[in-house]
């Protein structure tokens, strides 16, 4: 309510010097402006006041009416001053509404579980960002992606997923999309789903996965899973670059890995296979192992691989 007394007041321009300054400071302040000057290109009707005066007291007189009418003059300056504020705050809500985004982020080490506003499950993977508008959701249902997230689909009108690096378009199904770096990986588990990577369209089953990576496609096998294992702790890694797999278990235990300068893995050494990330020390010596390297904690959240 004061705010609301200090636009009045603002708008009414019987603001002190002081006031005026402490007005103009707010962060909404740009945004009043805004709309103020838009509404003031809007003109209302002129009303002749004393017009509709005689002929009200002509009526009255017609029909000889002892009684006097009363007459109420309105100031119309403040009648302006009302309605202005009347259409500053409209024109805020639907300001608001039509540009506020809401984003939900699974910090490192995290993962973050949400519903869509129609019900659709989401699941973050570590070091991800989803964001997306609940203003008018069922005509445009959308959400703009970076990093990995598990999507189940409530049924419904199509469902598209935006990232960086390509598009998934959805009716009611479950499929996983990751946008890391340089590689687009993208899998259904239910229903079908429709891939767009640059001038690529490519259509899913269950089961059936597409990788893009540096503008190549990488051939990936089928998956009877029911959904991407990173969500029970499990990574299953295919022709991935280890450089690539080292930022997973980065994500997955919020650490730091630094690579050794005696350490460099050639073009050829693509990493196959799962990898259990339910102990950091345990994900190590798997990776460790198919690379000859050794891990060594310097500190904490650090950890440096050499050769052995």
């Not at 009302?82 to 639907?94: E, Q, Y």
């Not at 479950?174 to 229903?191: H, I, L, M, W, Y």
Request: net charge negative; aromatic share 10%; with cysteine.
């Amino acid at each position: 309510m004061k705010d609301d007394n200090k636009l009045a007041k603002w708008l009414a321009g019987e603001m002190d010097e002081k006031e005026l300054r402490e007005f103009e400071s707010l962060p909404e302040f740009e945004t009043y402006k805004k709309i103020a000057d838009y509404s003031a290109q809007l003109e209302a009707p002129e009303t002749d006041t004393d017009a509709i005066y005689n002929n009200i007291t002509a009526n009255r007189n017609n029909k000889a009416k002892a009684a006097e009418p009363k007459v109420i003059r309105l100031h119309r300056p403040w009648l302006v001053r009302i309605a202005a504020v009347l259409i500053i705050a409209l024109c805020f809500t639907f300001f608001y509404n039509t540009n506020h985004t809401t984003t939900e982020i699974a910090a490192a080490g995290e993962k973050t579980e949400f519903l869509l506003p129609d019900n659709s499950k989401v699941v973050l993977n570590s070091d991800s960002e989803a964001e997306y508008k609940s203003w008018n959701w069922n005509k445009k249902r959308s959400v703009e992606l970076k990093g990995e997230a598990f999507f189940k689909v409530a049924k419904g009108k199509t469902f598209d997923v935006n990232t960086p690096l390509g598009t998934v378009t959805v009716v009611g199904t479950q499929f996983n999309v990751k946008a890391r770096d340089n590689r687009f990986d993208v899998t259904c588990f239910e229903g079908k789903v429709k891939v767009t990577y640059k001038t690529e369209e490519v259509f899913l089953t269950p089961g059936e996965s597409v990788t893009f990576e540096e503008g190549e496609e990488i051939e990936i096998p089928e998956t009877k899973a029911a959904q991407p294992g990173w969500i029970n702790n499990e990574i299953t890694f295919t022709a991935e670059k280890p450089e690539n797999v080292i930022k997973e278990i980065e994500r997955h235990f919020a650490v730091s890995i630094q690579l050794d300068k005696n350490v460099s893995f050639s073009a050829k050494s693509k990493f196959e296979g799962t990898l259990p990330m339910n102990d950091l020390e345990t994900t190590l010596s798997f990776f460790t192992e198919k690379y000859h390297l050794k891990a060594e904690k310097t500190g904490k959240g650090t950890v440096i691989l050499s050769a052995e």
